[in-house]
């Protein structure tokens, strides 16, 4: 069955601490992204990868990096500078890398709820 | 202006009422245009896609008014289990992915 998941659905940080976000797909795409949406809001992009080897910063990847070593996985890490991390954060990933590719919809994963300790 | 908005609601109907949200676009390149429906605490799930002028599944219209940048999604006969969060999303390529914030609809019996 394909898809996106995200492990774990809950995640507690303590201060100081850096922790990962996992973020895998099947669907063979090769566009990956990450969002960080606060209760109430809207979602807010953090980073994105159109493909292998490559990602770019979104509007609030300060205290953010990511890794995109192979197609299927685009994981998050939260690091210590990043001192409001309390969100959910979802990861999503659409077919294409520009053109296109860069036009159709993206598919989320089930999400991340992340706390501090 | 927002390069995406949406009237965050909420829009509170009662069950068989017909409602309508419009979402306005600032990037005139969008080509393509989503609505996705999120539930609480949930991820957001794709309900439409708009490529040309309009589509329609079921109970939900989406129409697509370029001239005035804006889509709109239309649900007839509402359902208890419509109530949700709807985002709409001007997809403009790699340098303008942003969603709107969503609109909150709340159907009661």
């Known amino acids: 069955d394909g898809g996106i998941t995200q492990s774990p659905k809950y995640l507690f940080r303590k201060e100081g601490q850096n922790v990962t976000l996992s973020c895998e797909q099947n669907?063979?795409?090769?566009?990956m992204y990450w969002y960080r949406q606060d209760p109430g809001q809207g979602l807010r992009l953090i980073y994105y990868?159109?493909?292998?080897?490559?990602?770019q910063k979104g509007d609030i990847a300060e205290g953010y990096s990511v890794s995109r070593e192979k197609k299927e996985s685009f994981p998050l890490t939260v690091t210590s500078a990043q001192k409001n991390p309390t969100a959910f954060y979802l990861c999503?990933?659409?077919?294409?890398?520009?053109?296109?590719?860069?036009?159709?919809?993206?598919?989320f994963g089930d999400g991340t709820r992340l706390s501090i300790l | 202006r927002k390069e995406v908005e949406q009237d965050p609601g909420p829009f509170n109907v009662p069950e068989g009422a017909t409602v309508a949200f419009n979402c306005t676009y600032s990037n005139s390149a969008s080509q393509s245009f989503f609505w996705y429906r999120q539930d609480c605490r949930k991820e957001p799930k794709l309900l439409m896609s708009?490529?040309?002028s309009g589509n329609e599944d079921g109970r939900f219209t989406a129409q697509l008014n370029r001239a005035s940048q804006y889509i709109s999604l239309l649900i007839r006969d509402s359902k208890l289990s419509d109530s949700a969060t709807y985002l709409c999303y001007p997809s403009g390529g790699y340098n303008k992915l942003i969603f709107g914030a969503g609109t909150r609809l709340a159907v009661h019996p």
């Open positions: 990868s159109q493909i292998v080897n490559d990602f």
């Open positions: 669907l063979n795409h090769d566009a």
């Open positions: 708009v490529y040309s």
């Open positions: 999503a990933s659409s077919i294409g890398a520009g053109g296109a590719g860069s036009n159709q919809p993206q598919h």
